[in-house]
């Protein structure tokens, strides 16, 4: 009995792992959160020729393709991956671009990541001092003058903890003032940050 239970477990795992594998295996293109499929997402095939690796690529685009509703794609080159490097980009609207670097057959599931926005203010309530400074977030937005109501949106990879750095300096002063503050960025969706200076 016991022996049948270790080869039905065994069994089940074999199973998920071959599942994972196969999936990898597919010309696929989805969102890295959701795993849902991704329309119309524009695919590139690309040929590195060059046999010299310190002459630098030679890449070469081959052929552009498109995902259908399902979020497949196929290349209609051939492709012989013994005799050149292969790789794919990939681009879709409100996502990042993605690129396999060379990998191309070996894994033909691409997963991209979803653009979040943070919609970001600072105000400065005063205006005796000269404030100058940036924020960095996925983008560097900067930013001075006496009196400064300002607004950015800046793109950050949705499904992680996004970062916002403040730095501001006073009438030159030659130490920074420093905020660091961690949000979560939304899968296509905005968050409203302030920041007031003094």
């Known amino acids: 009995m016991k022996n049948i239970k270790y080869a039905l477990l065994l069994l089940c795992l074999s199973f998920f792992v071959s599942c994972e594998e196969d999936l990898q295996n597919q010309q696929l293109v989805i969102d890295s959160i959701t795993k849902e499929p991704i329309a119309n997402a524009k695919i590139q095939l690309t040929v590195d020729e060059s046999d010299d690796i310190w002459a630098g690529s030679s ?28 790789e794919i980009f990939v681009f879709a609207d409100t996502y990042f671009e993605f690129s396999n670097g060379q990998a191309y057959p070996h894994n033909k599931l691409v997963e991209l990541d979803p653009e979040g926005y943070i919609k970001i203010r600072v105000h400065k309530l005063d205006t005796v001092d000269y404030v100058s400074g940036y924020v960095l977030g ?61």
């Open 59 to 86: 890449r070469r685009l081959l052929e552009t393709v498109y995902t259908d509703e399902q979020g497949r794609y196929k290349f209609e080159s051939s492709i012989n991956d013994r005799e050149y490097y292969h």
């Open 138 to 198: 996925g983008n560097t937005h900067s930013f001075e003058g006496y009196k400064i109501d300002t607004t950015f949106i800046d793109t950050q990879r949705a499904g992680n903890r996004g970062s916002i750095v403040c730095w501001l300096r006073r009438n030159g002063e030659s130490q920074p003032y420093i905020d660091e503050n961690n949000l979560f960025i939304p899968r296509h969706d905005t968050t409203f940050y302030e920041e007031i200076t003094f």
